[in-house]
């Protein structure tokens, strides 16, 4: 059996040079300098939470993980693969993967900060590389872990297994382990760091009245912890489950074109290309971004610090549309094609990748749109904050809906125009080459692999993404130390353009993690439905399986589906409100108890605000987690596994269309208090203001708690039900509500 | 041809009566005592206010309504009935009967308030019957003019006609008339309602300082207009569209039974009993509610006043058991079953309404639970005012949110319960009457048909609901003329309960507005696919048409309808905001120009403020209606008939989801603020209570614009398709994206 060529092992490769360089940089950061005593201290200090936080978070996973990783064995291993704990290992690997590269991330985070404040007291440009490429570890490790455990797992299982064909279906249990760390990441950050934000401002800012990032608030270094952990540990997490699932996604996809190809007599080693492709177009759209980011730097300290950033994002789309064109005509235009026409199958392939950039470059315009104090949007929400705090709530819910119509539509365009490419080419080549009627002659099969490339090429400037993400905490942080360590004036307004920059890339990010999580959601549906026709072998009919909603019994998966992001919503939104009352509370209690705080003559307990939030968070994170976790699997074993593929749609689409209105809702809250702030509507201390504090503080767990943890709940219930579709086979044959009925009689 | 039989004639003639009794109920509404002459005064600029808003929207309803009905000819007419107006008749008649009974009821509800606070100097009860039966004439005058309207037009037309089969598909017009004339009625009548209020509120309550209801306050009147303009013509609307669609669409899932079972020679007269049956059981079931009213009544002055509201609600409940059993058995089980099993037949259509009427049961509770500060929602949300304006609005999102997850399972509980019912017995009864394989044979056949009992049996209590939803806006506005024609200290207090009460119903009766929208929705989905299947005459297949969402093209439509009540919700709320902002700024005006008013030396120009929400509510219904009308009708040229039915499902579920989280947070939000006022969590005036008051002017938009908006939306859509059907089949048939890249040469 063939499972990998030449092309392959570029994969590992590509993504072993990649942590070869994030290392680099990681000793490049640690060589440069601390700055001040004071700055070393509050370094220490965010650093010493962040890793508090780290050490109790990973053990609380661990346990539930272990929990699951046995349910696993049982339901799965036993089952599918008589015993071998297939499944098992590759949950544990995902688990563990994802949760270095979040853990990484943020220490190389905490590591980072003081040493970009330090970095501007020498020039703009020395904090912004400095901090930027603090991000790029953890874009480039995130990306790179990935790629280096589906690489792995997927060479050393089908070899294992020796199957008669290459099986990366075996290997779901690994995005499944993302997907389920990713949650618990995000959630339980975005718990704790909107938990540690709103104590640290309602009870300083607003009742001590004591300024942002002043050493004299108990929270004020859980409020800096909770940036690394929400932004970076979460963001990376929700990113490193998008491009796990869309990888393994693919190559399941992938597999169906393989057995196409080799039962048409078409060379095992270049029909294994359908499912490496996605490993390989990640590997190098992975030195394609590690390329762009040389490009980051600020020739004049005047400039503005959004432009490399800006300039470094176009380099990078524009590396990646070659490297796909590269890719895409060598390994499966050129091969299949040569005498039917290669240019017409690279054609309609290379087409769908420009479709995919488009998607990735439209979506941060738009969020930028609707987020940034430039335009419209955020401008009426600042200005009905005129009428005070309901008018700006009023405003931004209408914004942030009214956000959802553009993506959706790209959405849309994106993944038709693909799909309309794919139908018409992929099934013209495949009747000239295999006559009407072959099974490549499916327009749907080239409809589907033509979406496929677009995510991926969607998807390949991930890396990107995250370095600008993880960025945003960094300047975030570096800022804080400035406050605190009171470095001078010039370097807190430098630290503060930064920081402002780094909001902007920080809201980008998760417009593009909501667009990819819902691309790479529709991916993986895909997914579950080609898998779940091999191993049904029939049940569900020959062929395609068909998902016909007008069957109520699969309808109603739809409906439990739409539901599912509201209540969990619901639970998060709740989550965030417990956990920010303990904060408050304490942050009271240290205030009345040690007089001397607000004086500046004693220092106040950080560690106890650290945590106060960390166990908050811990114990908010696992029901809404589990809640999503199970409902997919009763849903499967209810109304069965037919109906898990509409209890998908149901649950992605309601997701994407919160998503968008949380995150952008809370972008644009953030950016109208700013805009007051910077004098616009009445300026800092007018009713406007306060008004706008409001929407800034209702955003606050919309857009860094709720939103972002929605990306993760799209995919997580895939992969959920990819896992476990063996259970739902299971049940579909043995359970039947008639023989319930004749059971009981009636 | 048989159309109808001796059950058909009872549906007019209960029609009839509930229009004599509502006559009945006007008279004597007019025959009590109107008041002191301040009192008079009051209600008749109430009156002049609400005539004069609906003289100007119905002028604009009726321009539009000319240019849509001009487009129907063209559209629909001219092809599918070769140039006959059925369509565009149809459509006039159903926007003209739906106007009529919003238009009286406001111009009752006008007419009562007066008359019920002077009942009010007399008793508590005579204040609440009068109230009451104003709010039954427009229960009364909406049910009956629906079901007068469908049951003429289906008589009329299948005669003229004269097809060979019943053709209720044929008024479909009718539904979408309604539809649209509600869209018309409920958004404007919303934007209205709360412009008003926002203004009054904003600028009266908090600027400059006078009480609710003061008469020194220019909006004053425009406000209690409002109350009527959404409360009473735009539920009044929404449920006659409710209740217009349910039967329509029931009416054209029947004619499956009646084909199927005519070609197995079962007489016609018994078979057109599946047609007619929705009919039927709403006349019979509003002559239940018309008894059930007579139970509305204070026997000691000290009782609750919502005490006899449940009560005639409950004996309603059960009348309508009792008339569903007697029906089913004799319309549909025994002339149907009597040799294999009346019984059976009987007893799982009378589960299906069991199952119905249980869920109109339920999600009354689960609403008063979310929004009725007795219980644990409404005070947390009044909890966590404590910590300011922020915490309020994220604990009343939670909440509304949260909200979602009951009454969705209840509607799945109802919907599977009773297709299982049906599925399991019909088939069973199906096949020992015309063997296996025969037509009525089929397990979907009668699932469906069970589910369509169900969603008659939930909205058979329709009339009772908009009595008590009715009842509402009235003892607002008689609380107003008590407060404003200062009729003494107890007066003022009896009408403060009563319009407590009142609150409480207008709640109830949204989440009945929206499950009722859902389920009516649903079933008009079952319509519009049987419609399709047989227009389409084998077009997408044979037998029923499948919706297969694992094709791109059609799962495309799905996510446009996830969108657009998104879309919809960002639209209507940014419209309050506007008109609220143009209302503010002319009572500012009268304040700042006639300096007379505060004194109390002047009279205020209330007619400038009706004017002021009159005109904004016009200008701003229109592209909102506009967007919802036209995207089905381009969702189905662009992706075809197939993708409406999705599309269709994704606004439908999605708009499920929004509706209740506004409608319910926005109730919550408003009681948290009763219940602080009432003296908990520190009582009026204090900072809890503020923070509350921003949470209520979020809610109002909420829950009296946006979210019944919503409910209309999901049904238009619906009518909308049914109604385009003909078009979609032209350009399915006629356009092909394959033949327009041939054109292209690609």
Not at 358 to 378: E, G, K
Not at 476 to 493: I, L
Not at 568 to 578: C, D, K, P
Not at 604 to 633: F, N, Q, W
Request: proline residues 3%.
């Amino acid at each position: 059996m063939v499972v990998a060529n030449g092309y392959f092992w570029t994969a590992p490769i590509t993504a072993l040079v990649a942590v070869i360089a994030a290392v680099y940089y990681i000793r490049w950061i640690h060589r440069q300098d601390r700055g001040t005593e004071a700055m070393i201290k509050i370094q220490n200090a965010v650093k010493e939470g962040s890793l508090a936080f780290i050490k109790r978070q990973y053990s609380t996973i661990g346990i539930i993980g272990a929990v699951i990783a046995g349910i696993l064995f049982l339901a799965i291993d036993l089952t599918r693969y008589g015993g071998k704990p297939y499944t098992l290992i590759a949950f544990l690997i995902g688990v563990t993967t994802s949760l270095i590269a979040g853990a990484v991330a943020m220490i190389v985070a905490a590591d980072t900060n003081a040493r970009s404040t330090e970095g501007a007291r020498r020039s703009k440009n020395d904090a912004l590389v400095t901090a930027f490429r603090g991000g790029l570890v953890m874009g480039l490790l995130v990306v790179s872990l990935s790629l280096l455990g589906i690489s792995v797992l997927y060479f050393v299982y089908s070899n294992w297994r020796s199957t008669a064909v290459p099986a990366p279906q075996d290997i779901i249990g690994f995005a499944f382990g993302a997907s389920f760390a990713a949650l618990f990441a995000q959630l339980g950050g975005g718990i704790y760091t909107k938990a540690a934000d709103v104590g640290a401002d309602l009870v300083g800012k607003v009742e001590a009245g004591i300024p942002e990032d002043d050493p004299r608030n108990p929270a004020v270094i859980a409020d800096n912890v909770g940036d690394a952990v929400g932004d970076c540990a979460g963001r990376g997490a929700d990113l490193f489950e998008s491009i796990t699932g869309e990888n393994i996604g693919g190559m399941i996809v992938g597999l169906t074109f393989y057995l196409s190809l080799t039962s048409l007599g078409i060379n095992e080693k270049v029909a294994v290309n359908f499912i490496i492709f996605p490993l390989v177009a990640r590997g190098w759209g992975l030195m394609v971004t590690l390329l762009a980011s040389f490009f980051v730097r600020l020739d004049e300290s005047e400039e503005d610090p959004m432009t490399p950033l800006r300039k470094a994002y176009n380099i990078n789309v524009i590396g990646a549309v070659i490297v796909f064109g590269i890719l895409i005509y060598t390994m499966l235009a050129r091969p299949l094609g040569d005498q039917y026409g290669s240019m017409a199958l690279f054609g309609f392939m290379f087409g769908a990748a420009l479709l995919g950039l488009f998607l990735a470059w439209v979506i941060m315009a738009i969020t930028d749109y609707y987020t940034n104090y430039h335009y419209r949007p955020v401008k009426s929400i600042a200005e009905a904050s005129k009428t005070g705090a309901a008018t700006n709530i009023i405003t931004g819910l209408s914004v942030g809906m009214e956000s959802t119509a553009i993506p959706t539509l790209m959405i849309i365009v994106a993944i038709m125009g693909s799909f309309i490419f794919g139908e018409r080419y992929g099934a013209l080549y495949g009747s000239k080459f295999a006559g009407e009627g072959s099974l490549i002659s499916n327009p749907v099969l080239w409809g589907v692999y033509a979406s496929t490339i677009a995510t991926m090429a969607m998807l390949s400037v991930t890396g990107m993404i995250l370095a600008m993400d993880g960025y945003g905490p960094i300047a975030d942080q570096a800022g804080g130390v400035a406050e605190m360590a009171d470095v001078g004036e010039d370097v807190r307004r430098t630290m503060e353009a930064l920081d402002a920059v780094g909001n902007t890339t920080k809201a980008l990010a998760k417009g593009y993690g909501m667009a990819s999580a819902g691309l790479a959601a529709l991916l993986l549906f895909q997914a579950y439905l080609e898998d779940l026709s091999r191993e049904a072998k029939g049940l569900y009919g020959e062929g395609h399986i068909e998902v016909n909603i007008t069957n109520p019994h699969i309808l109603m998966g739809a409906l439990v589906g739409a539901m599912l992001p509201f209540i969990f919503t619901a639970m998060s939104l709740g989550a965030v409100g417990r956990a920010a009352k303990g904060m408050i509370e304490e942050v009271r209690r240290q205030f009345r108890e040690i007089p001397g705080i607000l004086e500046g003559t004693e220092d106040p307990d950080y560690g106890k605000c650290v945590d106060v939030s960390t166990k908050s968070a811990l114990r908010e994170m696992i029901i809404p987690s589990l809640l999503v976790t199970i409902t997919p699997v009763l849903v499967g074993i209810i109304f069965g596994a037919v109906a898990v593929a509409a209890f998908i749609i149901g649950a992605t689409f309601s997701g994407i269309m919160l998503g968008f209105t949380l995150n952008n809702s809370g972008g644009a809250w953030d950016n109208a208090k700013k805009l007051i702030e910077a004098g616009q509507f009445g300026g800092k201390g007018s009713e406007a203001h306060k008004a706008a504090v409001v929407g800034d503080t209702v955003g606050d767990p919309a857009k860094d708690t709720s939103g972002p943890s929605i990306h993760v709940l799209v995919k997580l219930i895939n992969t959920v039900a990819l896992v476990f579709i063996p259970v739902f086979i299971y049940f579909d044959k043995s359970f039947n509500i008639s023989d319930l009925f004749d059971k009981l009689g009636l």
